[in-house]
């Protein structure tokens, strides 16, 4: 089993800027592909963004490449989301997902969740 916690949300201007962190416990993350995805209310859970069991490569949606990053440190069994340059269209739940390697933008491949953190930008 493997438990992610993420915190790091809130409530931001447009144009600024948020650092999301995903902690897992119980397993660590070295094995895992690491994804990031966002949902509102009545629509499927999207993909942001995933990055390699080991750091090595990353993949983001087209809509948040150039002004979010994502990053992982195994050691630390932590996941990171930096959101730069945020635009209302971000405002979400985002969630921690945990992928053994394969189907990585498709939430339905993903073993384990967390519990969501809400990103709201203002106009």
């Known amino acids: 089993q493997v438990q992610l916690v993420e915190s790091g949300g809130g409530l931001v201007q447009a144009g600024g800027s948020l650092r999301l962190s995903c902690v897992a416990s119980g397993r660590t993350l070295s094995n895992y592909v690491m994804g990031w995805f966002r949902q509102v209310s009545g629509k499927e859970r999207e993909f942001v963004a995933y990055i390699s069991e080991n750091g090595g490569s990353t993949y983001y949606t087209d809509s948040v490449k150039g002004r979010f990053t994502i990053s992982r440190d195994n050691a630390k069994n932590t996941v990171y989301l930096q959101m730069n340059s945020l635009k209302p269209e971000d405002t979400a739940v985002y969630y921690c997902?945990?992928?053994?390697?394969?189907?990585?933008?498709?939430?339905?491949?993903?073993?384990?969740w967390g519990q969501g953190t809400q990103v709201t930008v203002s106009s």
């Open positions: 997902g945990a992928n053994r390697g394969h189907s990585r933008t498709y939430a339905w491949s993903y073993d384990y």
